[in-house]
């Protein structure tokens, strides 16, 4: 018997398919981020549970992966069920997908919500080509140092930020990505207070300033096309931001110059000019 993945509602009950409710019924294991959460959302959908049911969250995966490993190794039908969406993405079950995999256990899945796709698809940016980023790094260093290595990404971007620390990640990206750049807050998606807030990155941030709660979800446009002629002020900001984010200036003149296609040397040009522009007379 298979190990099956199964997709939950983000927010409304009423978005459980049909068979989510028989592999809820029928399975002989779950396997649960949040039991609790698990058996409200069963009486929600009205569906008794028969099967053992185990916790398996961020915290146990490891030691939890070998007893499920075995239950399908015994021909048990073992299925997997996060808080809300698909599991591994974002979530617990890469680890018990890949050692089934790596053993040749059958896995399937029971596609269902999920919040990077419902956001995408509500953002109105283009949806042809995405990326998943996940959750940002929690450090302020860090965060911009992901953001910096994503500020030429030329598909659009979504990933999850907690609320208290939207407002940050918000002017983070800003100042990686240029105020400008058009971007998406998705809150609590399918739920009664659901909220999409479009603007620019400056606008968002200067909104989420005010306080955010609830589960979020960013969409952000792409990098436009590289302009054949960028601007000396463009061309320091840009090795600004990956300076702040931690690289040296040598490492921040080449990546610009990577990036934009401009000659390493004219990015140093440009930065020399601007130093020597700033310094006291």
């Known amino acids: ?32 981020e949040d039991t609790r959460r698990l058996h409200r959302l069963c009486k929600d959908l009205e569906v008794a549970l028969t099967g053992r049911v185990l916790s398996y969250f961020e915290g146990n995966e490891v030691r939890r992966t070998p007893e ?7 021909g048990q039908r073992v299925l997997l069920v ?4 698909m599991p591994t993405v974002s979530d617990p079950g890469y680890r018990l997908v890949a050692a089934a995999a790596a053993e040749g256990l059958p896995v399937t899945c029971v596609p269902g919500p999920s919040a990077v796709t419902t956001a995408l698809a509500l953002s109105g940016l283009p949806s042809d080509r995405f990326c998943f980023e996940g959750f940002l790094p929690r450090k302020s260093g860090e965060r911009k140092a992901r953001l910096a290595s994503l500020a030429a990404e030329r598909r659009t971007t979504v990933l999850f930020e907690a609320p208290h620390r939207l ?13 400008d750049r058009r971007a998406v807050v998705c809150r609590e ?3 009664t207070y659901e909220e999409v807030r479009r603007g620019s990155l400056a606008e968002l941030a200067g909104w989420a300033a005010e306080g955010v709660r609830g589960e979020i979800t ?18 320091v900001r840009q090795v600004g931001v990956r300076e702040q984010a931690g690289l040296t200036r040598k490492e921040a003149v080449a990546s610009v110059a990577q990036e934009t296609g401009v000659a390493r040397r004219d990015v140093y040009d440009a930065v020399v000019a ?3 522009d700033a310094a006291p007379h």
């Open 82 to 85: 996060t808080d809300a969406g």
């Open 167 to 179: 407002a940050d990640a918000l002017a983070d990206m800003a100042a990686a990505f240029g105020a």
């Open 1 to 32: 018997m298979p190990l099956v993945l199964a997709g939950a509602p983000i927010g409304q009950p009423g978005d459980a398919s049909a068979r989510l409710r028989e592999e809820l019924a029928t399975a002989e294991v779950v396997a649960a």
């Open 218 to 235: 960013v969409v952000v446009a792409g990098a436009p096309e590289a302009n054949v002629e960028l601007s000396a002020d463009e061309l």
């Open 274 to 276: 601007a130093k020597r």
């Open 68 to 74: 499920l490993l075995d239950a399908l190794r015994a």
């Open 189 to 191: 998606l399918t739920k």
